[in-house]
């Protein structure tokens, strides 16, 4: 079993809907979560930062429910510009450093 | 201030070939990090360091070879290359925080 897993999509949906995206981790040492983004053949960039109190960005909310072991992504009014893989990451620190586990990425295709 | 870059950006290797990929941060990071992407993967860490002069091995480190001689640069070596290496390289670097910063990646196909 993969430490983080996600639906690898793709979810096809009109510009204005509302999607949403989930990824489950399963160390429990993990200590901080992120989605990143990802274009085609470009590199991972942060989107956000995922807290156990819920944070918002205009139209992106990330939610973290650490007894469920559960990240979520909720995008509002999509645009076209959203099109892109999003990638689901834990910190979990040990050693040395921090590690970031990256999950495989769901890809979002926004259609006019 | 260019943040993370990679050269090359594109490689073709004949099996048993050898090559360096080099990573340069101007941010002062002292964290950095080489990854690699397979489809159906995601990014697996090769090797990363935690300040100059110092390596240490990730999730993937058979085959490839690492320094950091200087803090700004890190250096990926692969020194007899296999398809299985066929893949792209990203290079990372954080600060204090969590957050990385991913260069462009590297595409190398070992054919």
């Known amino acids: 079993r993969k430490e983080v897993e996600q639906d690898p999509g793709p979810f096809n949906v009109p510009e204005g809907a509302t999607v949403a995206f989930n990824c489950t981790y399963s160390?429990?040492?993990?200590?901080?979560f992120f989605w990143y983004r990802q274009d085609c053949r470009k590199e991972p960039k942060l989107l956000m930062s995922?807290?156990?109190s819920g944070n918002e960005d205009g139209r992106f909310t990330a939610q973290l429910n650490r007894a469920s072991q559960y990240i979520s992504l909720l995008i509002r009014d999509s645009k076209l510009s959203d099109s892109a893989t999003y990638l689901c990451v834990v910190n979990r620190r040990g050693g040395a450093t921090n590690k970031l586990i990256f999950g495989t990425g769901t890809l979002l295709a926004v259609q006019p | 201030n260019a943040g993370v870059t990679q050269t090359p950006k594109f490689r073709v290797l004949k099996t048993g070939q050898s090559m360096t990929l080099l990573c340069a941060q101007d941010?002062?990071?002292?964290?950095m990090y080489w990854y690699r992407q397979d489809p159906g993967m995601g990014l697996r860490l090769i090797h990363y360091s935690v300040g100059e002069g110092t390596t240490a091995k990730g999730e993937v480190p058979d085959g490839y070879n690492v320094s950091r001689l200087k803090k700004q640069n890190f250096l990926l070596g692969l020194e007899s290359a296999a398809p299985s290496q066929t893949s792209v390289y990203f290079c990372?670097?954080?600060?204090?925080?969590?957050?990385?910063?991913f260069g462009p990646g590297t595409r190398l196909t070992v054919l």
């Open positions: 995922v807290y156990s």
């Open positions: 160390n429990s040492a993990s200590q901080s």
């Open positions: 990372a670097s954080r600060a204090s925080t969590d957050t990385q910063y």
């Open positions: 941010m002062n990071h002292e964290y």
